[in-house]
């Protein structure tokens, strides 16, 4: 069982950024897979970036692409989403969230099986 919690969302203007951090627990972390997925007002939730444990790949959306950074720490059981060039439809709620094996494809919301409670990106014109 692994509990992950976000922090770092917030209010920015557009073209500027935000460094969003999941810190996990009660697991071994390297073990896991972790990826962030957003939720706008009005739309389903969707994938954003992964980052497999040992084995596996990393992941982006076409969207962020060249935009948005994924990285993780082991030692310090953390995974980061590095935003910038941020654009007001990355306006979202964020949420990270932990898979007990590797990824081998570009994940949807179901491969994950902790979710943290999400952290609120607001990016203003």
């Known amino acids: 069982q692994v509990h992950v919690a976000e922090s770092g969302g917030g209010l920015v203007q557009a073209g500027g950024s935000l460094r969003l951090s999941c810190a996990a627990s009660g697991g071994s972390f390297n073990t896991y897979s972790m990826g962030w997925f957003r939720q706008a007002t009005g739309k389903g939730r969707e994938f954003v970036a992964a980052f497999s444990s040992s084995g596996g790949g990393i992941y982006y959306a076409d969207s962020v692409k060249g935009r948005f950074t994924i990285s993780r720490d082991n030692a310090k059981n953390t995974v980061y989403l590095q935003m910038n060039s941020l654009k007001p439809e990355d306006t979202a709620v964020y949420y990270c969230?932990?898979?007990?094996?590797?990824?081998?494809?570009?994940?949807?919301?179901?491969?994950?099986?902790?979710w943290g409670q999400g952290t609120q990106v607001t990016v203003s014109s």
């Open positions: 969230a932990a898979r007990r094996w590797v990824l081998t494809a570009t994940p949807v919301s179901s491969d994950f099986h902790s």
